[in-house]
């Protein structure tokens, strides 16, 4: 089975015990460690990483290219750190610290895309301010060869929520212009799969949760499946050990037999 590397950053994931959280902030907080988990996983079989963009792993990664090939998928917005920024800055502050780090040309490009969606962004409307923080994290991501971005999760669940189809096609739309393919992550695979319709077509990957014990797989494993073998090779396994209660190396095993396009795991096993 083809596997991609999560690289989400620690104060995302769920933890059984407090030094396996230290464990793992320890493993993500250099840039170092960061290019270390990436050979690993590139060395044991790994033909991507799928990354949420932060100074540590924009470094990292920005380095493991200059003399490796994987495949580089980017989840955007960061919506931990905007959510971050929020509370201690305020919208307004929120926003400028990210346009800040642009170059002057993605920052004429960005001025440029909010001017025309300036009524929709000054009405708060939620497709046009998830569209720009998106577009505003894509332009500073200067130097890194991208080849898939995915919306972030928290964005889509709540657009899924809503039935906001817009948000999705436009999404896919702006990623096709860039040279990108779009890419979503959810836990609502047939809630996706109905709202979406014909346009899951516009999303090279969707990674959902998929493993033997129907942990986080909504409203339940047999329901999942059935929309995996549905969409083949369309979708990618996340949470494969189930919270921690299987092997991973069994655990890749034991989703091989649906026709999924691969699994994204937070370490690679053992060849």
Not at 111 to 126: N, V, Y
Not at 136 to 165: C, D, N, S, Y
Request: proline residues 6%; positive net charge; aromatic residues 6%.
């Amino acid at each position: 089975m083809e596997l991609a590397l999560d690289l989400s950053p620690p104060e995302s994931k769920h933890y059984r015990t407090w030094s396996e959280r230290l464990s793992s902030v320890a493993r993500y907080s250099q840039p170092d460690e960061i290019h270390a988990a990436c050979e690993m996983a590139r060395a044991r079989g790994a033909s991507a990483v799928l990354a949420v963009l932060d100074p540590r792993a924009e470094t990292a990664l920005r380095a493991l290219q200059t003399w490796r090939d994987l495949s580089l998928w980017v989840v955007v917005p960061n919506m931990y750190a905007f959510i971050r920024d929020l509370t201690d800055r305020g919208l307004v502050g929120a926003a400028l610290s990210r346009f800040r780090r642009l170059g002057p040309g993605a920052m004429v490009a960005t001025g440029l895309a909010a001017l025309r969606d300036l009524g929709p962004l000054a009405r708060s409307d939620f497709v046009a301010g998830a569209l720009w923080l998106a577009q505003m994290e894509l332009a500073a991501a200067r130097g890194l060869r991208i080849r898939r971005v995915f919306l972030h999760p928290q964005l889509t669940e709540i657009a899924l929520a809503g039935r906001v189809l817009t948000l999705f096609t436009e999404f896919a739309r702006r990623a096709r212009a860039l040279g990108l393919e779009a890419g979503l992550i959810t836990h609502n695979p047939v809630v996706a799969a109905e709202v979406l319709g014909g346009e899951i077509e516009r999303f090279a990957a969707v990674v959902s949760p998929c493993n033997a014990k129907g942990y986080k797989m909504v409203p339940g494993r047999e329901a999942c499946e059935a929309v995996f073998r549905s969409h083949p090779r369309r979708f990618w396994a996340s949470e494969v050990t189930a919270g921690g209660a299987v092997p991973l190396a069994t655990a890749v095993a034991g989703v091989d037999g649906l026709p999924l396009g691969g699994a994204v795991v937070p370490e690679v096993p053992p060849i």
